[in-house]
């Protein structure tokens, strides 16, 4: 059996060599051995050592592990068929991350060394076995998932590409420091798994505006006039949002919690779109996007404003060329997965170029087309996370580069009738206690 499962990832090796990705054969001479530009190998779970039983349930989490491990097969392929397309010599293995029955690995170090490169492995039980031993290797070890940056302490030749949220974080609070300093702003927090993240953004916050009052007299006076406070709310829950609503100033609503806190952003919506005489802004998740049930309206009410850590530019010619060649492939549209392996291949190549040949103008390579990386270093000696974030703003249909919109004008407080009640401008027949907007039978004619 053993032999067997050996001889399914030896098929993959052989597959990947012969495919016209990298038109390197095994057993060509030492010339021929010595023209191959890039060298790369992915730890991958195949989980060569299943057998499915037709007569039980499909494992469902081993099934839909190889599908996630073939589309990063074919996002690397692809972006080797485009490198090839520039001449450039490409050798690529996969090998299957997972232990075989008898809990023999399927990989070794000789597997490693040589490499420029490997990728993988995806779980998080397989990537934490492997990491001395591609350490030792002293090869770039790039991760294709989400892990916690602890796992990049250890060396300073890993990197993930998934972008680090804290970066995100960043980029929101210099918005808002620089945008609504004398707004009304209000933070919703969740807790549970996003405590870290809004830890981040309150320690930083005070820590953005502590730092700009020896730089900036305006920005001093911001700081103590800053209209700040936060709402304690849960996965399912805004709590006390609608009492902190402010009628009579610009409201932000700031939120750091993604699809883990559906519900929360459910009720964050209704909570908004039921105080519709209140100008209130909205600061989210970029998650939000993925969310079926994100009216448009609220999105142009409240101009919400995402963090995006990887977008398609569709206008491009050469990304629209290069989608064009991964449909000629494999007759489909490419996923996700494919996206990122696809991504990650070019950066790692683009960097071993840039150690051997020093700096050069590189955009005449192939570029990455979803994500794209700025490496940031976590401290001496540590690895490196991707810090490639923007902010985009819904505006006038559409999602717009939040740098590229006008400011936002002064606010108006609303005027009072001398019954204390609000006109309401869009429906000038119609007052209401401002105290009180959502309570819509105290309205009078």
């Known amino acids: 059996m053993g032999v067997v499962k050996f001889y399914f990832v030896f098929i993959l090796c052989f597959f990947a060599h012969n495919t016209g990705v990298s038109q390197t054969q095994w057993g060509q001479d030492s010339s021929t051995v010595d023209s191959v530009d890039f060298r790369a190998v992915a730890f991958l779970p195949f989980f060569s050592q299943l057998v499915v039983d037709s007569g039980m349930p499909t494992p469902r989490r081993e099934m ?6 073939i589309d990063n097969v074919n996002g690397m392929k692809w972006a080797s068929e485009r490198l090839k397309n520039q001449g450039y ?3 690529l293995s996969f090998l299957d991350e997972v232990y075989d029955s008898l809990g023999i690995p399927l990989w070794h170090s000789e597997d490693v060394v040589g490499k420029d490169v490997v990728f993988g492995p995806l779980q998080q039980n397989q990537l934490s076995r492997s990491l001395r031993i591609i350490e030792r290797a002293g090869v770039d070890h790039v991760i294709l998932t989400k892990v916690s940056e602890d796992i990049l302490l250890g060396s300073d030749a890993i990197r993930s590409i998934a972008p680090s949220e804290s970066f995100a974080i960043d980029l929101v609070i210099e918005d808002l420091v620089e945008k609504h300093a004398e707004d009304n702003i209000i933070f919703v927090m969740t807790g549970g798994t996003n405590e870290k993240f809004e830890d981040y953004f309150l320690s930083n916050l005070h820590r953005k505006l502590d730092s700009f009052v020896s730089d900036s007299t305006l920005v001093a006076i911001a700081a103590d006039t800053l209209g700040f406070d936060t709402v304690h709310g849960t996965r399912n829950s805004v709590g006390s949002l609608a009492e902190k609503i402010d009628f ?8 750091v919690s993604g699809r883990s806190a559906r519900s929360m952003l459910s009720n964050l919506q209704v909570e908004v779109q039921m105080n519709d005489s209140t100008e209130i802004y909205v600061y989210s998740h970029s998650e939000i996007r993925d969310l079926g049930f994100i009216d448009v309206k609220f999105l142009e009410r409240t101009q919400l404003t995402v963090s995006v850590g990887s977008a398609i530019d569709w206008t491009d010619s050469i990304t629209i060329q290069a989608v064009k060649l991964f449909r000629v492939m494999y007759q489909t549209d490419p996923s996700k997965y494919v996206l990122k392996a696809h991504d990650a291949f070019l950066d790692a190549f683009k960097r071993k ?8 103008d590189y955009s005449v390579l192939p570029q990455p087309i979803e994500t794209h990386f700025d490496w940031h270093q976590l401290r001496q000696f540590s690895g490196y996370v991707n810090k490639n974030w923007s902010l985009e703003t819904f505006h006038a249909g559409h999602w717009c580069k939040t740098d590229t919109l006008e400011t936002l004008h002064d606010f108006i407080a609303p005027e009072l009738d001398a019954d204390g009640f609000f006109i309401d401008p869009l429906r000038p027949f119609v007052k209401y206690n401002p105290r009180n907007p959502q309570a819509k039978d105290q309205a009078k004619d």
């Not at 839909?64 to 491990?69: L, N, V």
């Not at 170029?353 to 050069?360: F, H, Q, R």
């Open 89 to 91: 010599m490409i050798e």
């Open 353 to 360: 170029l840039e150690k051997d040949m020093g700096d050069m």
């Open 64 to 69: 839909r592990m190889r599908e996630i491990a």
């Open 248 to 255: 009579y100033r610009r409201n932000i609503v700031v939120s």
